[in-house]
């Protein structure tokens, strides 16, 4: 039997983007939330053969438009990856919504700005074009905020290391310079993974953050590790681990956003400072605090992700039942 996906692929700020445009199983649920709940429990196959070897890689992510359930918004993600599907991706969002504006797959009421609904919520999207082209993507992100500071875990191999824990649409544990972690001149990203891994394990052991009004939302999934900006224009630098083996190619959406949700959170970035991120690679992100709100018990921000992506062709993917990978695999 041969299911056949057609996607656009492509890359926000160098980490790949594949918008599945044809071939969305029909999902069950009221919201996005749901019908994510129904995708894991009953296509997930689509998402490992779609991201994992030999038809993806570590890093690849992507996902799918949908209608949305809501009368106010204009379209529905679900997000894909390799580590599963995420409640919100940041530049996941910049992607599909640059190749689906660029498609004809999106079709905005107003002519420069979209409601989307995803799992984690409602996010507002303005873009610019020149042309047929999506030259920037603006997204006011789901509300972010710091959900535990000074954690002390024990890493295998590395000893103790303190650590904060911050949402942004995905729960991360944040990692400071400190002994320990010198910094991220010191590790090459086969390290980072290496490290990464264990901090997570550790981290999940120490704490288990859950969303207060979406109880599907829990648990430490990523690690970011910070660091001085390479560049004098810049104002922080980050590499974000998530799956088994991926390094964030960009500065990462949601860990752009939980990042500054821990900066509001300690006094150290205000509301509307430009927040330039750098990716591991140098690409960037200009983040900002748009606004402060209570989320239940916590005191949040809103922050705003601004960047762009590039569409580098069609991809018609098959995946046939008799090959023995049709479901793909990951090594390591
Ligand atoms: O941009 O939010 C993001 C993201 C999450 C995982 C990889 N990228």
């Known amino acids: 039997m041969r299911h056949v996906f057609f996607c656009v692929d492509g890359h926000t700020a160098g980490n790949p983007v594949r918008l599945v445009a044809g071939g969305a199983p029909p999902l069950l649920g009221a919201t996005m939330a749901e019908r994510r709940t129904d995708f894991q429990q009953r296509y997930d196959w689509i ?41 919100m991706c940041g530049h996941g969002t910049i992607g599909l919504v640059t190749f689906g504006l660029e498609c004809g797959l999106i079709h905005p009421r107003t002519s420069g700005s979209l409601r989307i609904e ?20 603006r997204l006011i992100n789901v509300p972010s905020y710091l959900a535990a500071r000074d954690l002390v875990i024990e890493v ?5 290391l303190k650590i904060d824990v911050s949402y942004g649409g995905n ?61 004098p224009d810049a104002t922080a630098r980050n590499a974000v681990f998530y799956g088994n083996s991926a390094i964030d190619r960009s500065p990462c959406g949601t860990g752009t956003s939980a990042r500054m949700a821990q900066l509001a959170a300690r006094g150290r970035l205000e509301r509307g400072e430009p927040f330039v991120h750098e990716s591991y690679i140098g690409s960037r992100f200009i983040g900002r605090i748009e606004d402060e709100v209570q989320l239940g018990p916590f005191d949040a921000i809103v922050p705003s992700i601004e960047g762009s992506a590039i569409s580098s062709g069609f991809n018609t993917i098959w995946v046939d039942r008799e090959d023995p990978f049709w479901e793909g695999f990951q090594v390591g």
Do not use: K
């Not at 992507?62 to 894909?80: K, M, Q």
């Not at 295998?156 to 103790?160: C, F, I, N, R």
């Not at 999940?204 to 648990?219: D, K, L, S």
């Open 118 to 137: 995803v799992p984690a919520g409602i996010i507002d999207v303005t873009y610019q074009m020149e042309g047929n082209r999506v030259t920037s993507v």
């Open 156 to 160: 295998p191999g590395l000893g103790p």
């Open 47 to 87: 998402r490992t053969s779609l991201c994992f070897e030999p038809r993806g890689h570590d890093m690849m992510s992507g996902g799918f438009l949908y209608p949305p359930t809501r009368a106010d918004c204009d379209v529905g993600i679900l997000f894909i990856e390799t580590s599963g599907c995420l409640p």
């Open 171 to 231: 729960y991360y544990a944040i990692v400071e310079p400190q002994p320990g972690y010198p910094g991220l001149d010191e590790l090459d990203a086969r390290r980072l993974v290496d490290l990464s891994r264990r901090v997570r394990a550790s981290a999940q052991q120490a704490i288990e953050p859950v969303h207060p009004f979406e109880p599907t939302i829990r648990g430490v999934s990523h690690v970011l590790w910070t660091d001085a900006p390479t560049a």
